[in-house]
C-alpha cells in the first residue's frame, strides 16, 4: 500500500473491482459502507487478471495507478496490490487467505455492489468467502436486489446498506463516453481525468 496506516487490529472493508477507470460511483458506495457499518478502513483492491471479465481491458498497472489517484486525499481509504503478488486469475479468496494470513489481527468484510451481490454463488470457492468474512452489500441502480434470490448462506453473512443515495455511472458506460469524446468531468476524480488524458488511454481527447 502507497500510503502508510498504522497499528493492527481494525474493521476493514476489502472492496475489489477491476476499476476500468475507477469513477465516483465505486468512491460513493466506499463511503457509504465505511460510514454505515462503522469500517476504520476501505481498502481498494484492483483486480491483476479479473477472473470473470473477458475482452480488452486498460492494463492492470494504469488501473491500479488510477486507483491511487483516486484515494490519494481520504484519509482511510487505502489500495492493496495483493492480487499483483500472483499469477492466474484473481480469486477473492485466494486474496481474503492472503490478507488473513498477513493480518491475523484485523477484522475484514467484503464490499460489493448489488450486481456482484446477485452473481456471487457463482465465485471460486464461495462457502470459503463466507466462513472468512461477511458481505456489505450496495444498493445499484438496474440491479433489484429480492433477498428472495439468494440462498440461504449468503443472506445469513449479507448486510444491506441503503444510505438512499444510488449512484447511475458504470466503468463501461464511461469507457464509452470516453471513446465518444463525451465529457467525463465529475465522472471520474478529477486526477484519473488527467491520467488518462496523460497515458492517452480509452482514446479519450477532451473537445
Ligand atoms: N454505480 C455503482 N453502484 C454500486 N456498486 C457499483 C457501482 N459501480 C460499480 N459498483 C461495484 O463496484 C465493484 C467493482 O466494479 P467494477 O470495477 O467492475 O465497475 P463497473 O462499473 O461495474 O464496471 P463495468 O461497467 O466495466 O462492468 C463491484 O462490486 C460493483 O458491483
Ligand atoms: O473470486 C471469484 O470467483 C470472483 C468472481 C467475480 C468477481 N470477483 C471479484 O469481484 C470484484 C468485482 O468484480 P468486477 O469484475 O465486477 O470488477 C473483483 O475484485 C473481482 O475479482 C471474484
Do not use: C
Not at 444498493?139 to 444510505?163: C, F, H, M, W
Not at 464509452?176 to 484519473?192: A, F, T
Amino acid at each position: 500500500m502507497g500510503k502508510v496506516r498504522n497499528n493492527e487490529g481494525k474493521r476493514i472493508g476489502i472492496f475489489g473491482g477491476t476499476f476500468d477507470p475507477i469513477h465516483i460511483g465505486h468512491l460513493i458506495m466506499a463511503e457509504q459502507a465505511r460510514v454505515a457499518e462503522d469500517l476504520e478502513e476501505i481498502w481498494f483492491v484492483p483486480a491483476n487478471i479479473p477472473p470473470h471479465k473477458q475482452g480488452p481491458m486498460v492494463d492492470a498497472k494504469h488501473r491500479l495507478a488510477m486507483v491511487e489517484k483516486a484515494v490519494m486525499d481520504h484519509p482511510f481509504f487505502f489500495v492493496s496490490r495483493v492480487e499483483f503478488n500472483r499469477d492466474g486469475p484473481s480469486y477473492t479468496v485466494d486474496t481474503l487467505i492472503s490478507l488473513g494470513d498477513t493480518y491475523p489481527n484485523d477484522e475484514f468484510y467484503l464490499i460489493m455492489g448489488a450486481d456482484m451481490v446477485l452473481h456471487l454463488s457463482k465465485w471460486h470457492r464461495v462457502e470459503e468467502i463466507l466462513n472468512r468474512v461477511s458481505i456489505i452489500g450496495l444498493l445499484r441502480p438496474g440491479y433489484a436486489l429480492d433477498q428472495r434470490q439468494l440462498s440461504s448462506n449468503i443472506k445469513n453473512r449479507l448486510t444491506l446498506v441503503n444510505e438512499g443515495v444510488k449512484v447511475d455511472i458504470s466503468s463501461s458506460h464511461l469507457r464509452e463516453r470516453l471513446i465518444q469524446g463525451k465529457s467525463v468531468r465529475y465522472l471520474i476524480p478529477d486526477s484519473v481525468r488527467l491520467y488518462l488524458e496523460e497515458n492517452h488511454l480509452y482514446g479519450w481527447n477532451e473537445s
